[in-house]
């Protein structure tokens, strides 16, 4: 088993073709694990959301070893309304252990792009 800090983090470039497949292989296994027969988004569906305009937030972190996605996050809320609210998706190998480090990856850039202005 590999130590968290041999992860590599950082955000998916969803015009990165290597990027986008390693995103939809992690989600893919993961979805699988729990139920062989379930319908998944694409890949298609993956870029078109981490597109989207800027009324939504929709960011992909992926957990890397050795140059490998083993691990992704998604940070998901809006932009314009219920600020305070967001979700965080996780997927990942049990084996490789990424949730926690690329959940923290997520919450924290959460935090640091969308901190609320005072009044």
Do not use: K, W
């Amino acid at each position: 088993m590999r130590n968290v800090s041999d992860l590599l983090i950082r955000a998916v470039d969803p015009h990165d073709d290597a990027d986008m497949d390693g995103f939809q292989d992690v989600y893919a296994a993961a979805e699988r694990a729990e139920d062989p027969g379930v319908g998944l988004y694409s890949r298609e569906d993956a870029v078109a959301m981490l597109t989207v305009d800027s009324s939504q937030l929709f960011d992909g972190f992926g957990a890397f070893v050795d140059g490998v996605m083993v691990g992704e996050s998604v940070l998901m809320g809006s932009t314009r309304d219920n600020l305070e609210l967001g979700q965080v998706l996780l997927a990942g190998s049990c084996a490789s252990r990424p949730g926690s480090a690329t959940a923290s990856r997520a919450t924290g850039t959460s935090r640091s792009d969308t901190a609320t202005p005072s009044r």
